[in-house]
C-alpha cells in the first residue's frame, strides 16, 4: 500500500479565511484509485522555508512514498511550492510536471502559466499539484496511472531496478 502525504499551501486556508478543497479532493482520488493509505496531511502559508521543512521532515520520516502538494504553483509573488520542492530534492522528475502541464494546455491556455515541479528525495515522490479542486482532478487523473510504478521503483533500489530494465539475455532478463 502506498503511503502518501498531503500538503496544502494557502495563505488563506493556513489562517483559516478559506476552506481547503484541494487536500481533501487528493484523498478521496488517492484512497479511491491507488487504494493508498493517509500518512500525513497538513496546511501551511505560502513560506517557502517552512513548505521545505515540512517536506524534508515527511519524506526523510520513512513514513511515507508519496508527497502531494496542492497550491503555490502559479506566477503570484508568494508561489513558491516549486522553489521549495527543487531546493530539497535529490533528483527531478520533470516528465511528471511536463505531461500534467501538455494535458493542462488541452483544457485551458492557463495550464502554462503552472510552475509545478517533481522530484525524488531518497525514496520518496514529491509532486507539485495545482491549487483548484478541479485542476487537481484533471492533473491526478494523468499522473495516477505511472504512480504506483513510480513508488515501486524507488522502493526497490538501483541493483534491483538496473536488472529489471536489462535489455533481454542481460543479466538473465527475459
Given at each position: ?29 488517492v ?18 522555508a ?17 508527497i ?14 516549486p ?21 493542462s ?44 510504478h ?25
Amino acid at each position: 500500500m502506498i503511503r502518501v502525504a498531503i500538503l496544502t499551501v494557502s495563505d488563506r486556508a493556513a489562517r483559516g479565511e478559506a476552506e481547503d478543497l484541494s487536500g481533501p479532493a487528493i484523498v478521496a482520488l488517492v484512497q479511491e484509485q491507488l487504494r493508498a493509505s493517509i500518512a500525513q496531511r497538513q496546511i501551511v502559508p505560502d513560506e517557502q522555508a517552512l513548505i521545505q521543512r515540512t517536506l524534508v521532515a515527511w519524506a526523510d520520516s520513512g513514513e511515507v512514498d508519496l508527497i502531494l502538494t496542492t497550491g503555490g504553483t502559479g506566477f503570484a509573488p508568494r508561489d513558491v511550492t516549486p522553489e521549495a520542492t527543487q531546493a530539497v530534492i535529490d533528483r527531478p522528475a520533470p516528465g511528471i510536471a511536463e505531461a500534467m502541464r501538455a494535458a493542462s494546455l488541452l483544457m485551458t491556455p492557463h495550464a502554462m502559466l503552472s510552475r509545478a515541479a517533481a522530484g525524488m528525495r531518497g525514496r520518496v515522490l514529491i509532486v507539485n499539484l495545482p491549487g483548484s479542486p478541479k485542476a487537481v482532478r484533471e492533473n491526478l487523473a494523468v499522473i495516477l496511472p505511472v504512480l504506483p510504478h513510480a513508488v515501486e521503483l524507488l522502493q526497490q533500489g538501483a541493483q534491483t531496478t538496473a536488472y529489471q530494465h536489462a535489455l533481454p539475455g542481460e543479466h538473465g532478463a527475459a
